[in-house]
């Protein structure tokens, strides 16, 4: 890679308590790529991606966003760091107190400050991009479906037009058909805006479908990172494990143990 | 084991959430109540803590208000000195019932929604949602809350303060036989500005104690159902026992015999 990645983290590590989570991940990913992080429940997926974004604060190491520190931002700094992400979070978390068009427009009129009429315009838009129709605007996330929640959610990630996008388990919770109807969303509005992505999933058919590279975290550590072709020759053995769903192997489910 | 080491965990815990209450209380005031102010959002919360508030604080103030009229008689006339049932009434309304007991019902009813939306934003990152939309979650949800709670509580005891009076001369006319005139005069001529504005200011504070539990509990609940169940119920414990302690202690600073 001669060009700088635009993501970077190098050695990031994060207890919980005497738990540690994060053990030491290096990851790098180049502009305008999407890298799909798989792994196991309780793995330290979700941990990763909140440390990047600074709503969980790292304990060791290093983690640069284009080039600049993105550890301990604090005020109009962190407000401008923050700009440049969209994130779909796992269970939607749209506002339930507002419709739906106001939770896609939120970041524009709240963060923005855009006014209400053009930023009603653009959810509509964007809302369309995640085909929903401009009436669905004006109900509320708990009238909807789990799907419809998601591509609300989308829009409301793409809304700004982010540079970079976290998708956290984004068809967890859908049916296989749903499932791919939002990959194919992610794929779509990923490649339009041109932005860089990381997801964490476990479902290995999103992550065929969404992904550039692949890599694979385990008990906090990443342990093979790859091309998302290259993952079915992986040749390691956790990796072989984890996409064909085996019991045995390497990777040992802590069921009994406390 | 040591037999000692319960204890000290005990006090160690103590001492987190001190510490922890702490923290969050200076990132409230500092964050929460500088710009960018939401003015959107205290007006709601205006109407949800103080306007939806009257009933409760109306009907618990005339109750008292005709309670403490027939429980005064009671004692003064054993002295001979039934006269002073209206300004009595009127004392304990104003500097101490109306307050208290203001606080603690909207405690009960404000605290604990307050600590159980937030605590549902939180558990369905909600809240982590809204920061990576560029908008800080002290400023969008808890100085609007605490704002309007501070401004809601003397307003709901300036009226509770009235209806609670109200009671009295209810019950001292109907029951008492109590002059109607008679009882307003005495009521107008010994009540001083001191009593009502000593109330006002124990309001004032109580409804900074209500919002700031809600907003902490809220903030920091976890584990699904249960843990905003939890941050509910402490949410209202802990404000009823702060709004005793503080009233003991403001009635200690502002008691003064002329």
Redesign the interface.
């Given at each position: 890679m001669s060009v700088s990645p635009h993501i970077l983290l190098q050695n990031v590590t994060k207890s919980f308590g005497p738990k540690p989570v994060l053990n030491g991940v290096d990851l790098a990913v180049p502009k305008g790529r999407s890298l799909v992080v798989i792994g196991g429940s309780g793995t330290g997926k979700s941990v990763l991606i909140?440390c990047i974004?600074?709503?969980l604060r790292p304990d060791g190491g290093v983690i640069e966003v284009a080039g600049e520190n993105a550890v301990g931002l604090k005020g109009e700094e962190r407000?401008r760091f923050?700009?440049r992400?969209?994130?779909l979070?796992?269970?939607a978390?749209?506002?339930?107190s507002l419709p739906v068009w106001e939770n896609v427009a939120?970041?524009l009129m709240?963060?923005?400050r855009m006014d209400r009429a053009k930023a009603r315009d653009i959810a509509v838009a964007k809302l369309g991009q995640v085909g929903l129709a401009a009436d669905v605007g004006r109900l509320y996330p708990a009238e909807l479906s789990g799907g419809m929640q998601k591509r609300v959610a989308l829009a409301?990630a793409i809304a700004a037009d982010p540079e970079i996008i976290f998708f956290d388990e984004p068809t967890t919770g859908l049916d296989p058909i749903m499932a791919d109807v939002i990959n194919n969303l992610i794929v779509d509005c990923v490649k339009r805006l041109g932005a860089t992505a990381i997801s964490i999933t476990h479902d290995m058919a999103s992550a065929r479908k969404i992904a550039d590279d692949i890599a694979m975290i385990h008990k906090g550590r990443i342990i093979w990172q790859g091309a998302a072709a290259a993952v079915d020759h992986s040749g390691n053995a956790y990796v072989e494990q984890f996409i064909h769903g085996r019991a045995e192997g390497p990777i040992q489910m802590d069921v009994l143990k406390a | 084991m040591n037999p000692l080491a319960p204890i000290g965990a005990a006090v160690f815990a103590l001492l987190a959430e001190v510490g922890r209450l702490a923290y969050f209380t200076r990132d409230a005031l500092v964050q929460g109540l500088t710009p960018r102010i939401y003015a959107g959002q205290i007006l709601r919360q205006l109407f949800r803590i103080g306007y939806s508030s009257l009933p409760v604080v109306g009907l618990t103030a005339f109750f008292t208000g005709g309670a403490l009229a027939l429980q005064i008689y009671l004692g003064s006339s054993r002295f001979n000195a039934e006269s002073l049932v209206a300004s009595i009434v009127a004392l304990g309304i104003t500097r101490e019932l109306g307050p208290v007991l203001a606080g603690l019902m909207v405690a009960g009813r404000v605290g604990a929604s307050i600590a159980a939306e937030l605590g549902t934003m939180k558990v369905t990152e909600q809240i982590d949602a809204l920061v990576t939309l560029s908008t800080n979650p002290f400023k969008y949800l808890v100085g609007p809350r605490l704002i309007a709670a501070v401004i809601s509580l003397p307003l709901l005891v300036a009226v509770g303060d009235t209806i609670g009076i109200f009671g009295g001369y209810f019950v001292g006319t109907r029951s008492l036989d109590f002059n109607a005139y008679a009882y307003l005069k005495n009521t107008a001529d010994f009540l001083k500005l001191d009593d009502v504005t000593s109330g006002l200011i124990k309001a004032a504070v109580f409804g900074f104690i209500i919002a700031l539990m809600g907003c902490y509990h809220g903030f920091n609940s976890r584990g699904g159902a249960q843990g905003v169940g939890r941050a509910t119920t402490n949410a209202v414990v802990s404000a009823a026992i702060l709004i005793l302690a503080a009233n003991f202690l403001l009635t200690s600073l502002l008691f003064k015999v002329e």
């Amino acid at each position: 890679m001669s060009v700088s990645p635009h993501i970077l983290l190098q050695n990031v590590t994060k207890s919980f308590g005497p738990k540690p989570v994060l053990n030491g991940v290096d990851l790098a990913v180049p502009k305008g790529r999407s890298l799909v992080v798989i792994g196991g429940s309780g793995t330290g997926k979700s941990v990763l991606i909140k440390c990047i974004l600074g709503l969980l604060r790292p304990d060791g190491g290093v983690i640069e966003v284009a080039g600049e520190n993105a550890v301990g931002l604090k005020g109009e700094e962190r407000d401008r760091f923050l700009a440049r992400f969209g994130m779909l979070f796992q269970g939607a978390a749209l506002f339930d107190s507002l419709p739906v068009w106001e939770n896609v427009a939120f970041g524009l009129m709240q963060g923005r400050r855009m006014d209400r009429a053009k930023a009603r315009d653009i959810a509509v838009a964007k809302l369309g991009q995640v085909g929903l129709a401009a009436d669905v605007g004006r109900l509320y996330p708990a009238e909807l479906s789990g799907g419809m929640q998601k591509r609300v959610a989308l829009a409301r990630a793409i809304a700004a037009d982010p540079e970079i996008i976290f998708f956290d388990e984004p068809t967890t919770g859908l049916d296989p058909i749903m499932a791919d109807v939002i990959n194919n969303l992610i794929v779509d509005c990923v490649k339009r805006l041109g932005a860089t992505a990381i997801s964490i999933t476990h479902d290995m058919a999103s992550a065929r479908k969404i992904a550039d590279d692949i890599a694979m975290i385990h008990k906090g550590r990443i342990i093979w990172q790859g091309a998302a072709a290259a993952v079915d020759h992986s040749g390691n053995a956790y990796v072989e494990q984890f996409i064909h769903g085996r019991a045995e192997g390497p990777i040992q489910m802590d069921v009994l143990k406390a | 084991m040591n037999p000692l080491a319960p204890i000290g965990a005990a006090v160690f815990a103590l001492l987190a959430e001190v510490g922890r209450l702490a923290y969050f209380t200076r990132d409230a005031l500092v964050q929460g109540l500088t710009p960018r102010i939401y003015a959107g959002q205290i007006l709601r919360q205006l109407f949800r803590i103080g306007y939806s508030s009257l009933p409760v604080v109306g009907l618990t103030a005339f109750f008292t208000g005709g309670a403490l009229a027939l429980q005064i008689y009671l004692g003064s006339s054993r002295f001979n000195a039934e006269s002073l049932v209206a300004s009595i009434v009127a004392l304990g309304i104003t500097r101490e019932l109306g307050p208290v007991l203001a606080g603690l019902m909207v405690a009960g009813r404000v605290g604990a929604s307050i600590a159980a939306e937030l605590g549902t934003m939180k558990v369905t990152e909600q809240i982590d949602a809204l920061v990576t939309l560029s908008t800080n979650p002290f400023k969008y949800l808890v100085g609007p809350r605490l704002i309007a709670a501070v401004i809601s509580l003397p307003l709901l005891v300036a009226v509770g303060d009235t209806i609670g009076i109200f009671g009295g001369y209810f019950v001292g006319t109907r029951s008492l036989d109590f002059n109607a005139y008679a009882y307003l005069k005495n009521t107008a001529d010994f009540l001083k500005l001191d009593d009502v504005t000593s109330g006002l200011i124990k309001a004032a504070v109580f409804g900074f104690i209500i919002a700031l539990m809600g907003c902490y509990h809220g903030f920091n609940s976890r584990g699904g159902a249960q843990g905003v169940g939890r941050a509910t119920t402490n949410a209202v414990v802990s404000a009823a026992i702060l709004i005793l302690a503080a009233n003991f202690l403001l009635t200690s600073l502002l008691f003064k015999v002329e």
